[in-house]
Each structure stands twice: as C-alpha cells, then as structure tokens.
C-alpha cells in the first residue's frame, strides 16, 4: 500500500534563484495493493515531479511518502534503500532507457548484480521466469537495444523494473511512443501482470479512454494540485470541477 500526505516541493530557479515554481502542492493519496491510481493534467501541472519524489529522485519540501506504513522520508538510511527499491518506473521511451552499448541480458542483470539480489544462479532463474513473464523469447537476450522492437523494448523495461521485486510501479505515459496496435497488447500485459503480483499501479496519463479503462482511481491536477480526485469512471462520467470539464472537452475534439 503506498500513502502519500500533503506532498509539496517548489523549484527556484532564474538569476539569484528569484523565481519560485510551486510544482507540487500538499497533493494527498493512496494505491491500495494491487490497484490503480492515475493522474491527469496538462503539460506542467506537476505530474512528473510527484513520480521523481516517490522514485526519492528529489527530496519533498514536505509530506509524507508511506510504503506499507513506512516514511520512505525519515526512514533510517539502512532501510531507505530496500524501501525506495519498493517503487520502480516504466518510461515513455523505452529505447533511451536501455544503454545501446550493452546486450538485452546486461540490462536485466545489471539491477539484481548491482542491489547483491539473489546468487548467479538465482539471478539467472530470476531474468527467466520474467521474460516468461512479459512474454520474450530468450533468444533476445543477446540481441542489442537497436535490433529491437519499441514494443519489445518496453516488455524488456517491465522484466527490468519487476527484477528488483517492486510492489509499486510508476507508469510514465508507458505506450505513448508505442503504435497504436501495440499500445492495447502493452495495457493488457499490464493488467495481467498487476493481476498475478499485485502490483499497485501509478498512471501519468493523456489518454482518458485508457485511463477509464485502466485506472480505479483517478486525480485530475493542474498548476500542482489534484482539483478533483476519486473513482475513475464516476469522475469521467460526471466531473465535478469545470477543469476536469475543459480536459474532457477537449480530449472528446
Ligand atoms: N528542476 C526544476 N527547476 C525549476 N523548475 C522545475 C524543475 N522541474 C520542474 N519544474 C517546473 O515545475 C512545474 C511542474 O513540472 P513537471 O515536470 O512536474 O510537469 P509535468 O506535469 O510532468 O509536465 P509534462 O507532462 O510536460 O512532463 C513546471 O512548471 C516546471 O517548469
């Protein structure tokens, strides 16, 4: 179960660092396990500074970050780690998240070797019950980032993130570079991965027919806070503020 409460972070930037962003403002919610959250809203409104918070990526000028319970934010260093290990992201770009130098099996072993999971043979059982998993066949594991698929590219990113046993996974607008007719069979393995592991799910979406489909819950955001929050298809089917309104309108043009 992930909690987060009255998250907030703001950037300063420009000459002397005068000019302050509230990118994030005291924005609260929780994904039971093996549930779906998603977050809506314009380029800006603060989307991807909540997913680099609960990634411990940037530090929160306030809030709480609770897994199972546990303040990832004033945890002790020793279990800070296991704890942020809990929560891993899906890209929107599969292939930049692969290094192009390195073959696919590198990419899946590189996290278990780095975080001492597992011994060598367990690390091998490990990458194949995941490719079995998503659905790839071994033979890939010595082909190079360039030789394949976007689709596959992304399956292998799902294998990668799930090596390090995460009940939480961060979905960054994970089909958007994909085809059309790969983004459905992307939706679904998800879906069915969420139904075997139970994985809690966030979901930075455009796309409201996916998120109708695929979240539970929804938040609507803009300029750093959730205007309107709760049940997906309600708020879809009878949004409330006149933002969520102005969203839908123009995702229906
Ligand atoms: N490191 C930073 N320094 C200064 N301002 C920042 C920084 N990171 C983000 N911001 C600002 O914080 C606000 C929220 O940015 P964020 O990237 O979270 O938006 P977003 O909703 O994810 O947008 P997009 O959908 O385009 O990725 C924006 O106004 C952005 O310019």
């Not at 296991?82 to 073959?103: G, T, V």
Request: include cysteine; charge should be positive; hydrophobic fraction near 40%.
């Amino acid at each position: 179960m992930l909690e987060i409460y009255k998250l907030s972070k703001s950037f300063q930037s420009g000459i002397l660092k005068k000019q302050k962003t509230q990118a994030v403002q005291e924005v609260s919610f929780c994904i039971p396990d093996g549930k779906t959250f998603g977050i809506v809203g314009n380029s800006g409104c603060g989307k991807s500074t909540i997913a680099r918070m609960l990634l411990s990526l940037i530090r929160p000028d306030a809030g709480e970050i609770r897994i199972d319970g546990k303040d990832i934010l004033t945890a002790p260093k020793r279990n800070r780690q296991a704890l942020s290990r809990k929560i891993q992201i899906i890209f929107q770009h599969p292939e930049s998240s692969l290094d192009p130098s390195k073959k696919i099996r590198y990419s899946l072993m590189e996290p278990m070797i780095i975080h001492r999971m597992y011994d060598k043979a367990g690390r091998e059982k490990r990458m194949r019950e995941l490719l079995e998993l998503v659905d790839i066949p071994e033979t890939l594991l010595t082909h190079y980032p360039h030789q394949i698929s976007g689709g596959e590219a992304q399956r292998i990113m799902i294998a990668r993130a799930l090596t390090l046993e995460p009940g939480i996974l961060v979905l960054d607008e994970p089909t958007s570079m994909l085809d059309v007719s790969i983004q459905a069979q992307m939706m679904t393995l998800l879906k069915e991965l969420q139904k075997k592991l139970g994985l809690s799910y966030l979901f930075i979406s455009h796309d409201m027919d996916v998120v109708k489909w695929f979240c539970d819950e929804i938040a609507v955001m803009k300029e750093g806070t959730f205007v309107e929050q709760g049940d997906a298809e309600q708020i879809i089917k009878n949004p409330q503020h006149p933002f969520t309104k102005e969203l839908l309108e123009n995702f229906r043009i």
